[in-house]
Nanobody, 115 residues
Framework: QVQVVESGGGLVQAGGSLRLSCAAS???????MGWFRQAPGKEREFVAS????????NYADSVKGRFTISRDDANNTVYLQINSLKPEDSAVYYC?????????WGQGTQVTVSS
């Protein structure tokens, strides 16, 4: 079993920044890791992902240019640097760690952006 733990959420003013962290532990043969978010009453949506082997990244159009995903091989950790936060970015942010056949999800970290 892979344990996935997110951290770094909080309350931030519009225009501010946050850095979210996602640490994966246990039996990890990771293919890629990614970030998703879900606002109340809405579906979970893709935010960003990074390949473990190639470091290729992918971003949703809504966050491109403001969010940056990166990884730390030594700690099996991925980060999401979030800049120029907007109120519509408010959501629970979830981290997913993906092997060849399975996805493991964290419990989420709340990001709230005030105007």
């Amino acid at each position: 079993q892979v344990q996935v733990v997110e951290s770094g959420g909080g309350l931030v003013q519009a225009g501010g920044s946050l850095r979210l962290s996602c640490a994966a532990s246990g039996r990890t043969f990771l293919k890629y890791m990614g970030w998703f978010r879900q606002a109340p009453g809405k579906e979970r949506e893709f935010v960003a992902s990074i390949s473990w082997s190639s470091s290729r990244t992918n971003y949703a159009d809504s966050v491109k240019g403001r969010f940056t995903i990166s990884r730390d091989d030594a700690n099996n950790t991925v980060y999401l640097q979030i800049n120029s936060l907007k109120p519509e970015d408010s959501a629970v942010y979830y981290c997913a760690a993906n092997t060849q056949t399975e996805s493991y999800w964290g419990q989420g970290t709340q990001v709230t952006v005030s105007s």
